[in-house]
């Protein structure tokens, strides 16, 4: 696996700003300085395995968070996004998102999309059955 010091230094600054702090707040709730900070996010230092940890718990992200690639992370943001919506719906709204996350997922496993299995099928292809 190619370990890329630098995107995991982009991945802490980007943790750092949606959580709306500075380098330099971040320095002190870790207990490091904020040059170390600096030196984390432009990927020239690695954060030790303690300081992962606190990371994940201070920005409230699973700790390979840090070393997914890129689509891994994204659809796993997206499935919290998701996650986020649903908490705020009523169980009715939730029981139909359910059947609907079903339906697209049985619909990928056989190989087809739903709107493929929404079309209607050729005259042709229905004459020879």
């Known amino acids: ?8 230094g982009k991945r802490v600054k980007y943790f ?11 320095a002190e709730k870790m207990d490091k300085t ?8 432009r990927g020239l230092s690695l954060p030790g395995l303690m ?8 920005f409230g992200v699973p700790t390979d968070s840090f070393f997914m690639d ?4 994204r659809a796993q943001f997206a499935l919290l996004e998701v996650v986020g919506r649903l908490d705020r719906l009523r169980h009715d709204e939730i029981i139909r ?10 619909s990928f496993e056989m190989g087809t ?17």
């Open 1 to 8: 696996m190619d370990m890329n010091f630098y995107n995991i």
């Open 113 to 129: 999309s739903a709107s493929e299995e929404s079309q209607p099928q050729d005259l042709e292809s229905e004459q020879t059955s």
């Open 34 to 41: 904020p040059h170390h900070i600096t030196q984390i996010e």
């Open 70 to 73: 890129e689509d891994k992370l």
């Open 97 to 106: 998102a359910f059947e609907a996350l079903y339906a697209i997922k049985t």
């Open 16 to 26: 750092r700003e949606q959580a709306g702090m500075t380098q330099a707040q971040l």
């Open 51 to 58: 300081m992962f940890y606190n990371l994940a718990q201070l």
